[in-house]
């Protein structure tokens, strides 16, 4: 085996290589606490494999033993989930799709990957409105668009890459379709968690750009894809009233609203979908990350068209479908989540985290406009350039979280962090401030 002393010099003979410096030890990581192969530190784990490893490492209930007699049966095999069936992934889509989409939301997609993800909820888009308008109206589909935002990030995969317009690094110089980009009207809150004023002004000019939209491809919007609170781009969070809005325009004019929950979605929030959190239903969502089997669910607003996606074959598939290691996985955890009530866990503790940095903001400044909801937690700093010095020191605190949108700290909390874990983090972070704050 490797000495994990050259683990980065040996990887970097054969591929990009510029990852943590770390070398995570499977062995010796566990809960929260992330295990350095390579210098034998433990780091306080907020950053969650981007927010994709949820119930932290060497769980006891992953020890049991029919899991793992099952899991190692399905890594011994790698069946084409899609058109052969096992008793395995039959339990794993019961599971989900009974414990953790809502009752609402009949038709189930599997597929590995959350840019795939997307690209399916996009395809199950553009299909329902081609039967809609008339598919010999739609020219073979190329008239249709899809409605996004600015900030958005949606993956890196054809499709996909129109919408995302994060980093410009992700996207440049690779073909794209020129699909209408809209303002997002990102909330922003004071230290003691008060919306700061002007959201409304800006979510008017969002609809406005929307209206706009509609009116330019009248009859051609396919949907309106969103992400109920934009991760990478920001964790830039909207008021429901304005997810409302955007359910209304969608039936106004007969589009789909597909929110994208890759990085938000299967526990996060502290439910299994944020936007439970906020009231307003969508008709698509993309999962992925935390529910480590990536897919799409959809209401029967998709049932308007009797050969949808869901019902004509081939016209969405992959040959695995997903993976049968992840679903035995994904269902495991979907017991543990339950048994250890780990949603209502993390729904408190980032709660306590957002309070304890609100605190230390006020106390010695330095950050502010935090912000969250259960794992998902993030502050601003004055510039990218602050931020990423203030994420060096607090990995040297032992600390690891990550950048997002221009000038962000997010953390992404395991769901079973404990209180006396985000006091330890609240502590590095304090740590962490630069000396002049400190002082
Ligand atoms: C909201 C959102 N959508 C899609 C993706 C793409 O997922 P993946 O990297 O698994 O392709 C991500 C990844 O960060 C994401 O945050």
């Keep these: 085996m490797t000495d994990p002393k050259n683990v980065h010099s040996v990887l970097a003979k054969h591929q990009l290589a510029d990852g943590f410096p770390m070398v995570l030890d499977l062995e010796r990581s566990h809960g929260v606490w992330l295990h350095d192969?390579?210098?034998g530190r433990e780091y306080l784990d907020c950053f969650t494999c981007f927010a994709s490893w949820p119930i932290g490492y060497r769980h006891p209930?992953?020890?049991?033993?029919?899991?793992?007699?099952?899991?190692?049966?399905?890594?011994?095999?790698?069946?084409?989930?899609?058109?052969?069936?096992?008793?395995?992934m039959v339990d794993f889509v019961e599971a989900f799709a009974t414990r953790v989409t809502p009752a609402d939301?009949?038709?189930?997609?599997?597929?590995?990957?959350g840019a795939l993800a997307v690209e399916n909820a996009l395809k199950t888009a553009f299909d329902w409105k081609a039967h809609k308008v008339g598919t010999d109206q739609v020219h073979d589909g190329n008239d249709l668009v899809v409605i996004h935002f600015r900030q958005a990030f949606h993956g890196r995969s054809g499709y996909t890459m129109s919408l995302t317009n994060t980093d410009p690094t992700k996207v440049e110089l690779f073909p794209k379709f020129a699909w209408p980009r809209v303002h997002n009207p990102a909330c922003r809150f004071d230290l003691?968690?008060?919306?700061?004023?002007?959201?409304?002004?800006?979510?008017?000019?969002?609809?406005?750009?929307?209206?706009?939209?509609?009116?330019?491809?009248a009859g051609r919007v396919a949907c309106i894809i969103i992400e109920p609170m934009q991760g990478e781009g920001g964790d830039n969070h909207f008021r429901p009233e304005f997810l409302q809005a955007l359910r209304d325009l969608c039936d106004e004019n007969e589009a789909l609203l597909v929110f994208d929950e890759v990085q938000t979605g299967f526990f996060g929030s502290g439910k299994p979908w944020l936007w439970q959190t906020k009231g307003v239903k969508p008709d698509v969502v993309s999962f992925g990350k935390k529910?480590?089997?990536?897919?799409?669910?959809?209401?029967?607003?998709?049932?308007?068209?009797?050969?949808?996606?869901?019902?004509?074959?081939?016209?969405?598939?992959?040959?695995?479908?997903g993976n049968l290691v992840d679903m035995v996985r994904s269902r495991r955890f979907i017991e543990i989540i339950e048994q250890e009530k780990l949603a209502d866990n993390v729904a408190a503790q980032?709660?306590?985290?957002?309070?304890?940095?609100?605190?230390?903001?006020?106390?010695?400044?330095?950050?502010?406009?935090?912000?969250?909801?259960?794992?998902?937690?993030?502050?601003?700093?004055?510039?990218?350039?602050?931020?990423?010095?203030?994420?060096?020191?607090?990995?040297?605190?032992?600390?690891?979280?990550?950048?997002?949108?221009?000038?962000?700290?997010?953390?992404?909390?395991?769901l079973v962090i404990s209180a006396e874990e985000v006091d330890k983090a609240l502590e590095m972070v304090a740590n962490a401030l630069p000396a002049k704050v400190q002082a």
């Design 192 to 217: 003691d968690g008060n919306l700061v004023d002007g959201v409304e002004a800006d979510e008017q000019r969002s609809i406005d750009e929307i209206k706009a939209a509609f009116a330019k491809h």
């Design 291 to 321: 529910s480590q089997v990536c897919g799409i669910y959809a209401n029967e607003r998709v049932d308007d068209v009797k050969d949808n996606v869901f019902r004509r074959s081939s016209r969405i598939n992959s040959t695995w479908g």
């Design 37 to 39: 192969a390579a210098s």
């Design 350 to 414: 980032g709660d306590r985290m957002i309070a304890g940095l609100r605190a230390l903001a006020q106390d010695k400044g330095g950050f502010d406009n935090v912000r969250g909801v259960g794992s998902l937690v993030a502050f601003d700093v004055e510039d990218g350039k602050q931020r990423d010095a203030l994420l060096g020191r607090m990995r040297d605190q032992a600390l690891l979280a990550l950048p997002c949108g221009a000038r962000s700290v997010r953390f992404r909390l395991p």
């Design 61 to 88: 209930m992953m020890d049991d033993k029919a899991f793992q007699e099952e899991l190692l049966v399905a890594a011994t095999n790698n069946p084409a989930n899609s058109d052969l069936y096992t008793t395995s």
């Design 105 to 113: 939301y009949p038709h189930h997609f599997w597929v590995a990957g």
